[in-house]
């Protein structure tokens, strides 16, 4: 089973900063929005990531990753929750991780 977020709604985005207090050159930097109240979740310590599953899940299966406060979580599984699935999350620190190691391992 997959399943996809909605719209054109995207946790991940390049922001583009202009105003540096240490006068650091022009970035773009990578931003994860809450999908929550859509606001960045400016440290990993104040986020996690969730997905929801089915009870039962087969191999290759995906689901799309919502990045949330910690304190915006209880909403948005309540609201988005679905029967027979349950709700899973991890440390935004584990998505980050888990991600690069990924990267790493498919030479991206
Ligand atoms: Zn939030």
Known sequence: MTTTRNGTDMAITMTFE???PQGEP???VTTITCDQCGLPIERDR???YHWLA???VEDGDQFPAYFL???CWRPFEAEHH????RWKS???????????????ETNL
């Open 69 to 71: 406060h910690k304190t």
């Open 46 to 48: 104040d986020g996690n």
């Open 90 to 104: 991890e440390a935004l620190k584990v998505f980050t991780t888990r991600l690069s190691l990924r990267a790493r």
């Open 26 to 28: 022009d970035v773009f």
């Open 18 to 20: 202009l105003d540096h």
């Open 54 to 56: 089915p009870n039962v």
């Open 82 to 85: 679905q029967p027979g699935h």
